[in-house]
């Protein structure tokens, strides 16, 4: 069995499968389940939870199931092993556009409903739940369900589904989520709740998803992007707390000519380092000014006539005439009162290749710290491991959220680069671990931030899901207690009796 089915983007440690299955059609599955005595369903395995990693499970790979089985006007209904980026290629063939995308776009459709993964524009489109209006699932027993949202909710503290072995009942957990936009953080559970929500973010462990509806936007917003590097935190807190407060008037409003900032990206001074240090500054061509402590990377979506010559014009004016309108001169305008103009470099909808090598900047962050953790494992100790937090909170509580990040770190002598997606309050701190000890410094670090963002009224477990990272899991068990695990077991036992599926993902057996 090829060996990159082993591992997951996280490097989980200890992967080994008895055997692949790569259906080439949905209708195999069933029986490919049946047969199994535990498997495993596998998108593009870029979890950084453990979660795609098989630890003696048969693995079923989606890779296969590439079909798009319809597009209409305002559905597209997909097989599980279609890839975000040859979704957003086939929409834009309509015009269209499917917002909640995770930042990597070969991540597949069944992988992101799994996960309920989010994008950096959830601030403007929520996450990925959001956008699912249908599921084909097979559950253990071989049972194929299709679910709508709407079609089945929970009464009286039970769902209720029906397979061939007879009806099951599954009970509604009774913990209380965190009140914040991402929370990919054990099974949904409201009193009232769609039947389709457990499905979504289950991680493998309840059913293996089959197919998805997913709606979409029409026509596809003009994109613009700003890279704002800046002098200090409270200049950039001060200008993203406005840039929300602005952007959240314009869809209130539905104003034109309003702000309308779908996403507002992070990198702190080491991320702005590590990028030096490797050349990416240069290789795409971005001037990062001394001084800067931090930069920002704006989403700013305009009326889609925008392009570039008209959009300099439109700054040009905003400064010398400030009668004049529009939301890219009420952009730069804002961005001048913060004192960060001059510095910013803006791409603008028709600048393809600016937009790209910005993106592409911003990705190299996380790209340059996997390579040193990776270099560390190699050179320095086996045992060292990607150390990473992904956590939110509200965006009020943010700048408290963000000293504790640093304080914790720098208490334990920790290297560390923070970054993510602001508007959300939600940030992944990483270890730049030096020796095998950092990376148990980290770890004992990330179980404090937990215990704080939980506090604070966020989540410890924000986009990524749980998988079989341990620290993930205690995290999990902090925020909803002993009691909230085996609750989440109940629902686990209901549907997969044999705990046949994904065993010892979110939690243990
Ligand atoms: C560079 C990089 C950037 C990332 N950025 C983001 C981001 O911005 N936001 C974000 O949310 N995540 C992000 N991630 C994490 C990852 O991309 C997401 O978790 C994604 O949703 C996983 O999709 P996948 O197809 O790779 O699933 P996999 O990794 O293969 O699987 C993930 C989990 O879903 C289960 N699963 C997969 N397919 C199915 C199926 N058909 N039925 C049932 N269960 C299934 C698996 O069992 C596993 O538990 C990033 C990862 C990388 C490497």
């Not at 499970?57 to 975000?84: F, Q, Y």
């Not at 991320?271 to 490797?278: G, N, P, S, V």
Request: proline share 5%.
């Amino acid at each position: 069995m090829d060996q990159k089915y082993l591992s997951d983007a996280a490097h989980f440690p200890g992967g080994h499968a008895p055997r692949l299955e790569i259906p080439r059609t949905i209708d195999e599955i069933p029986d490919i389940i049946r047969r199994a005595q535990t498997l495993l369903p596998i998108g593009a395995q870029s979890s950084l939870t453990g979660g795609a990693t098989p630890m003696g499970e048969v693995v079923l790979s989606t890779e296969k199931l590439t079909r798009i089985l319809e597009l209409g006007d305002r559905h597209v209904r997909v097989e599980a092993g279609v890839s975000m980026a040859a979704l957003q290629h086939a929409l834009a063939t309509r015009g269209a556009w499917f917002p909640p995308v995770p930042t990597f776009t070969g991540a597949f459709a069944g992988g992101i409903v799994a996960t309920n993964a989010a994008g950096a524009v959830t601030f403007k489109y929520g996450s990925v739940r959001r956008w699912v209006d249908a599921l084909t699932v097979v559950l253990a027993d071989g049972t194929t369900i299709a679910m709508r949202r709407g079609d089945a909710r929970a009464r009286d503290g039970w769902l209720s589904v029906e397979a061939v072995s007879g009806r099951i009942d599954v009970p509604v957990p009774t913990y209380v989520m965190p009140d914040v936009v991402k929370r990919s953080a054990g099974y949904h559970a409201e009193p009232d709740m769609d039947l389709i929500d457990l499905f979504i973010g289950s991680e493998g462990t309840l059913g293996l998803i089959t197919t998805v509806t997913f709606r979409f936007v029409t026509p596809a917003p003009a994109i613009a992007f700003g890279f704002v590097p800046c002098v200090s935190e409270s200049q950039a807190l001060a200008l993203v707390r406005e840039l929300r407060h602005a952007s959240i008037a314009t869809w209130r409003n539905g104003d034109h000519d309003g702000i309308d900032a779908a996403a507002i990206e992070y990198l702190d001074r080491r991320c702005l380092q590590i990028l030096h240090e490797d050349g990416a500054d240069r290789k795409h061509d971005v001037i990062i000014p001394t001084g800067t402590q931090l930069a920002l990377l704006v989403q700013l979506e305009l009326p889609r006539t925008t392009n570039a010559a008209a959009a300099y014009n439109q700054i040009e004016t905003a400064l010398t005439d400030r009668t004049t309108d529009g939301a890219l001169a009420r952009f730069c305008r804002m961005l001048d009162a913060h004192g960060v103009l001059d510095g910013t470099e803006l791409a603008m909808p028709d600048q393809t290749r600016r937009a790209e090598a910005l993106i592409a900047l911003r990705e190299a962050v996380p790209s340059g710290v996997n390579q040193r953790v990776g270099a560390a494992q190699r050179d320095i100790d086996s045992r060292i491991a990607k150390t990473a937090a992904d956590m939110i909170v509200p965006f009020d509580r943010f700048a408290e959220m963000l000293e504790i990040y640093r304080r914790g770190f720098t208490s334990r002598g920790l290297d560390a680069a923070i970054w993510g997606h602001v508007s959300d309050g939600n940030v992944h701190p990483n270890v730049i671990p030096h020796s095998y000890e950092d990376v148990a410094r980290g770890r004992d670090a990330i179980l404090e931030f937990g215990r704080d963002a939980t506090r604070l009224g966020g989540c410890p477990l924000a986009e990524h899901g749980v998988g079989r990272n341990a620290v993930k899991q205690r995290l999990l068990r902090e925020l909803y207690g002993d009691d909230g695990i085996e609750e989440m077991r109940r629902v686990k036992r209901a549907l997969d009796p044999s705990w046949k599926l994904a065993p010892g993902v979110i939690f243990p057996r």
